[in-house]
């Protein structure tokens, strides 16, 4: 143990990391991305089967309740026909938040593998340590940018979507009647 000139007792330094170490975060790393992927994966596909049920149901009960005489049913469908669109510009803004949240993570983990690159290239002597997973090169580096805009651009379309839906229901929006 190691004294400061205060008396306090220091733990001994870690041992310097081995390259094994160096081995092990990078491969972490990796299956850290990959889960990244995955999640966004999962957040898009969910997001869109409800999105598809959600606006299925209020095509099907815009289509029905036309022309229907029943007072009842009338007043459940106008509520349902508010409340339908408001749910799902709700759920549209909550899942684009964690799709947002997934890719910038990704673009962190990203970055730290580019400084893994550069340590395990160094402790092995070579010029350039291959990739120990996917990684877009200098010429495909564009379909970066090509592949983070779509997920945000669907989210945005959806939401505007259920809006402009919302907004013609409640009258907000003269519809030309």
Same mark, same amino acid.
């Given at each position: 143990m190691?004294? $400061?000139? /205060?008396?306090? #007792?220091?733990? *001994? #330094? #870690?041992? %310097?990391? $081995?390259?094994?170490?160096?081995?092990?975060?990078a491969t972490l790393n990796e299956n850290m991305i990959d889960k990244e992927? +995955? =999640? +966004? *994966?999962?957040? &898009? $596909?969910? !997001? !869109? %089967?409800?999105?598809?049920?959600?606006? %299925?149901?209020?095509?099907? &009960? =815009? &289509? %029905?309740?036309?022309? /229907?005489?029943?007072?009842?049913?009338?007043?459940?469908a106008i509520m349902l026909l508010k409340f339908i669109p408001l749910f799902g510009a709700t759920l549209g803004i909550v899942s684009g938040l964690g799709i947002l949240a997934a890719q910038n993570v990704l673009e962190v983990l990203e970055r730290e593998r580019s400084s893994y690159r550069d340590v395990l290239a160094t402790l092995f002597g070579y010029h350039e340590m291959p990739d120990i997973g996917f990684r877009r090169v200098g010429r495909l580096g564009w379909t970066r940018f090509g592949g983070i805009w779509p997920p945000r651009l669907v989210v945005c379309a959806i939401v505007l979507l259920w809006l402009f839906v919302l907004f013609t229901r409640f009258g907000i929006v003269d519809r030309g009647a």
């Open positions: 190691q004294t $400061t000139p /205060n008396t306090i #007792p220091l733990p *001994n #330094p #870690p041992p %310097s990391p $081995t390259a094994g170490d160096w081995v092990f975060l992927h +995955t =999640l +966004t *994966n999962y957040r &898009i $596909t969910w !997001m !869109m %089967s409800t999105q598809a049920f959600l606006f %299925s149901a209020f095509c099907y &009960i =815009l &289509i %029905s309740t036309t022309g /229907n005489k029943h007072e009842e049913l009338q007043k459940t």
